[in-house]
């Protein structure tokens, strides 16, 4: 059992036209992580400046986290602000402060090298030569992007989707790599460019899993009061990854599990700002909506 997540460690700004959050805590390994500890002891590599809350860093340990990979240095957190329309899928980065993260080479420590399984959450595409090097064979190495990437470092890009297994992106993430608006060709597209499974998710529709022969769909948990769709994609990922890693199968019933578990994660990071909803929950909730989920695609 070993799943590392290489990623963000963050302050987040958040504005919504239900409300604003100033330098609440956030990132892609924290969704990610804080996710992935309802099935299995996920270990983080990531880095914070030591303006980074302790009561945090002692929350992600009482949650089974691994932090031996969180290196902690001068200076202060990354910072990321980003605001959401009515459609909150709609979302604009109004500021990227990278601060400490500006110079992470992320140093895997000798204990993770054997990993099983290797998350890299929103990383530059071009440090992932650096990262991946460092583990001896993970039997899964998964990536997930933004925008960003697609805009500035497209060719890095496309080389590690010819080198991963499983890849994570939005509906808008799809069609700008692929060129398509189809999703289902645009799915079918990022297969295509390697990865043998590909996750789309798309927000309150739910998610799409591509495999080289099978579609599988599922729906999003019906919620009428989204908050703070921040997280919800890595929290997704978490539960995805943090399922696979327990179960140690990767057959198909484990894959469509392991979707709905993801699903069910991201349906509670929405609930609240930031990792709020995280501090309430515990895996009696989080079997109860698995089995909701259960229930609304039964028929
Ligand atoms: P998601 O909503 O799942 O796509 O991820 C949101 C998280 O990504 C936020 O908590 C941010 O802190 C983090 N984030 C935003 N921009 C970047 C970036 N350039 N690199 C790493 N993490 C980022």
């Not at 409300?19 to 996920?42: H, M, W």
């Not at 590690?160 to 509906?171: K, M, P, Q, S, Y």
């Not at 599988?216 to 890595?234: K, Q, S, Y």
């Not at 578990?261 to 009696?284: C, H, N, P, T």
Request: proline residues 4%; positive net charge; charged residues 25%.
């Amino acid at each position: 059992m070993s799943l590392v997540i290489v990623g963000s460690v963050a302050f987040d700004t958040i504005r919504t036209p239900w409300g604003d959050r100033e330098k609440i805590v956030g990132g892609s390994g924290t969704y990610c992580s804080l996710a992935a500890s309802y099935f299995t002891r996920p270990r983080i590599v990531g880095v914070v400046g030591r303006d980074f809350p302790r009561k945090t860093l002692a929350l992600l340990k009482s949650r089974g986290v691994d932090l031996e990979g969180l290196k902690v240095m001068a200076g202060k957190t990354f910072h990321w602000e980003g605001k959401y329309e009515e459609d909150p899928n709609r979302r604009t980065t109004l500021r990227t402060e990278l601060n400490v993260f500006a110079d992470f080479r992320p140093e895997i420590p000798a204990r993770y090298r054997g990993s099983r399984i290797v998350y890299l959450a929103n990383l530059n595409p071009e440090h992932h030569d650096y990262v991946l090097g460092q583990f001896r064979k993970p039997a899964l190495v998964a990536m997930d992007t933004i925008r960003l990437w697609i805009d500035t470092k497209r060719d890095a890009l496309l080389k590690e989707l010819g080198r991963v297994d499983i890849f994570f992106a939005n509906d808008e993430e799809a069609r700008l790599i692929t060129g398509e608006t189809n999703l289902i060709s645009a799915g079918k597209a990022l297969v295509g460019l390697g990865p043998s499974l590909v996750l789309l998710k798309k927000g309150e529709h739910g998610a799409l899993v591509f495999g080289r022969d099978f579609v599988f769909g599922v729906l999003a948990h019906p919620c009428e009061h989204v908050i703070d769709p921040t997280g919800a994609g890595d929290s997704f990922a978490g539960g995805f990854l943090g399922f696979l890693d327990k179960t140690s199968g990767l057959a198909g019933k484990d894959i469509r599990r392991a979707v709905v578990y993801g699903s069910v994660m991201a349906s509670f990071a929405i609930e609240d700002f930031g990792i709020g909803r995280f501090l309430k929950l515990d895996r009696g909730l989080v079997e109860a909506r698995f089995k909701q989920f259960r229930k609304l695609t039964t028929f």
